[in-house]
């Protein structure tokens, strides 16, 4: 979900009205998107409650599309540029204020995931029983049954809230930059004096972000267990610096571990009530460790790094063919109208920046994934203590992280071929595990992969870059 709102946002910066409707058309367009959300879901689950199997997860797949095609359309008929023009008073306008067009402008968003979760509910609290039935036939106790209203508040904190307040803060803080470069309005350097105080903007929104999705998450500190101290000298022993391990609650009904910041002194590793109640010591470490090897491997900044460049070549090539559609129109006889070449290249450039996204990005995110696995593995492989100069991965570490992920399945009501954009399944996971039990030195084989891969990302970001400031020099 988290990359659906990244995507909205992208949407509202990019799609112009190319089918302006009247201001009361697309007030009524803003209240049928939710409507229309909402429909697909409740569609989802009634099918998903008689029956399984592909055609019930491409539905929900095409289900929760509709949040962003849905907006993609409401942009098209011209929301931002309504949202934008509404006075403010004095000769103001909304689009005046960053902050405030974008709260305006998530409205139907927020009102339709809602809905769309709020339809989703029985879909989910079938699920739980139906493992409910499999985990007493294994000896396992009972899973959590959410409420409908803590399943909302644990989907909207981490579904729409981890990922909407850093854009606020990013968009508040632009806010102050134009108040504060103001007096540079007309200076001879005004271009790179805003640009210069908007990355160091953005760079300390980062800084200041995973403080923020503590607070939201609710996490506790974790009191001075024999679980922690062995967790504090694994971080220890990995080179791994961070400002605390906090318990992230969840009413014992969502196992999961997290790590947040890029800053040592400002990075919050979390874990989860159901981790630390359901699993062993040594699945925990295994778990732990692969978080860790999300940070040592520096896979946040390089998903950023990729995720830029897919968009700097994005809009190049979108770019190139609104330059040919241009030539061709300007030589015919019947030229094409202006608003039809702009549909055309702004549909063009979302299909691209979609194609990127999916190829792309989510197989860079499925690669890295399998490395933290790796490194899950290999922590579980040294239950005495780690030393980097000694990478191996025994069959007994891998058993233990296959074990911890078949467990999260089971503690998640997941199932094990459920596909994830980011992640894949869990079961594919663990083939993958149980494939490089019989290399002992598999861990420095895929790094080595990888480090070809983030070779390549860099490339691509710097040719890119200079292509577009060639173009925009001329």
Known sequence: MQIMIIAIFILMASV???????????????WVYPLWVMGFSRLHTRVALG???KGVRLLGMWAKAQLVLGFGVLCAVGWMMLIRGLPLGRGNHVDQSRLLTLLLAIGPVILAMIGYWALQYDRVLQIRKDFNHARNAVGLGPLVLWSRRGFLAWQLRSGLLFVLLPLLAIQLGGDLVTLATHPW??????????TGATAVMIFGVFLIAPRILVWVA?????GKTPIRIQLETLAKELGIRYRTIRIWPSGQAVANAAVMGIVGRLRYILISDSLLQQFTPPQIRAVFGHELG??????????MLCLISLMLWASLVTDGVWWV?????????LPIRVRSI???KEALSILIMVGFLVVVLGRLSRLFERQADMDGAYCASHPDGVDLEDDSISSEGISVFSEALEHLAWANAVPLDRHEFRHGSLGSRIDYLVKQSHHPHSLSQLTRRVRWVKR???????VGATVGWLVWMR
Not at 16 to 30: G, H
Not at 218 to 222: D, E, L, P, T, W
Request: hydrophobic share 50%.
């Open 342 to 344: 702009l549909a055309i």
């Open 51 to 53: 029956r399984s199997g």
């Open 16 to 30: 112009p009205p190319v089918w302006l409707l009247s201001p009361c058309w697309i007030v009524v367009s803003a």
């Open 325 to 333: 559609c241009v030539q061709i129109a300007a030589g015919d006889s």
């Open 294 to 303: 999300h940070v040592r491997r520096h896979h946040i900044p390089y998903l």
């Open 185 to 194: 309005a007309k200076h001879r350097w005004q271009w790179e004096i805003l």
């Open 218 to 222: 609710g996490a506790k500190k974790m």
């Open 456 to 462: 390549w990302i860099l490339l691509s970001l710097v």
